[in-house]
C-alpha cells in the first residue's frame, strides 16, 4: 500500500518520502518540511489516529490524509478530532489520491513543489 500510493503521487509529479512504521513517519515530519502527510489508519507500531495525535501535541500543522478500509462514522468522528482533514477508502484510486493532496495543499497555501 506504502509504496503504491508513493508510486501514484510521484508519477504525478510529487516527490515523496516513504516510512515503514507509524515511529518512522512521525520522525520523518519531525525531520523533514514534509507538505502532506498520508498515513494508513493501521500502522504500527502504533496507528493513524495515535499519529495525528502525536504531531499535534508536537504542534506541527501538518495537512493529513488517512487511507484506510474502514468507514464508519466513528472514524469521521475521530479523524477530524485529531486534525486529519480527510481520508480514502482503500484500495486508493490514483486520481482520488492525487485530487485529496493538490486540495490539503490548497488549504494550507502551499504550491506543490513537482519534480523536475
Known amino acids: 500500500s506504502r509504496q503504491y500510493l508513493s ?12 516510512a515503514i512504521d507509524g515511529g ?3 520522525k520523518v515530519v519531525m525531520e523533514h518540511d514534509v507538505a502532506v502527510a498520508i498515513i494508513d489508519h493501521f500502522m504500527a507500531p502504533f496507528g ?5 495525535r502525536k504531531v499535534q501535541d508536537a504542534g506541527k500543522k501538518l495537512p493529513m490524509i488517512m487511507v484506510t ?3 464508519t462514522t466513528d ?13 480514502l477508502r482503500k484500495p486508493v484510486e490514483p486520481n ?3 485530487e485529496a493532496v493538490k486540495r490539503s ?10 519534480r523536475k
Not at 508510486?7 to 516513504?18: E, K, L, P
Not at 493513524?48 to 495525528?52: I, M, R, S, T, V
Not at 472514524?75 to 481520508?87: F, N, V
Request: proline residues 2%; hydrophobic residues 45%; aromatic residues 6%.
Open 24 to 26: 518512522s513517519a512521525l
Open 75 to 87: 472514524l469521521l468522528i475521530e479523524t477530524s478530532r485529531h486534525g486529519i482533514g480527510r481520508y
Open 69 to 71: 478500509n474502514e468507514e
Open 48 to 52: 493513524g489516529l495515535d499519529f495525528a
Open 96 to 98: 482520488r489520491l492525487v
Open 7 to 18: 508510486a501514484t503521487m510521484q508519477a504525478a509529479g510529487f516527490r515523496t518520502i516513504q
Open 105 to 114: 495543499l490548497r488549504e494550507v497555501d502551499i504550491k506543490p513543489t513537482l
